[in-house]
């Protein structure tokens, strides 16, 4: 569980995209399909322990789940809430954890 939202700030990557996440709850994202759910700009907030949850400028409100893998923070989109057995998450960015 990642209980400072601060280490989630800054540029996430995913390929050719990049999205980033500003301490005033902003996000941009550009450069890849890995935005089109997301779109160009919104805002973000953690949702419970495990999840942040995307608002962008136009469209539906996603919930992506939040892991840490080795040195990174990992996103994954798709479904990921009910029962884990049924989950088919698509891993999507990441962000080098900052060194502690």
């Known amino acids: 569980m990642i209980t400072d939202a601060r ?28 935005c089109d759910s997301l779109g160009a700009r919104g805002t ?5 322990d495990f999840f942040l949850r995307f608002q962008p400028e136009r469209g539906p409100a996603v ?11 990992q996103l994954a989109a798709g479904e990921t809430h009910g029962d884990p057995d049924m989950w088919r998450p698509r891993l999507t960015f990441k962000h080098q954890r900052p060194a502690a």
């Not at 973000?44 to 419970?48: D, I, L, P, T, Y």
């Not at 919930?63 to 923070?73: A, I, N, Q, T, V």
Request: charge should be negative; proline fraction near 0%.
């Open 7 to 34: 280490v989630l700030m800054g540029e996430w990557r995913d390929g050719r995209a990049a999205l980033r996440l500003d301490a005033s709850g902003g996000y941009e994202c550009r450069g890849g399909a890995a």
């Open 44 to 48: 973000w907030a953690r949702s419970g």
């Open 63 to 73: 919930e992506w789940r939040l892991s840490e893998d080795g040195g990174y923070y």
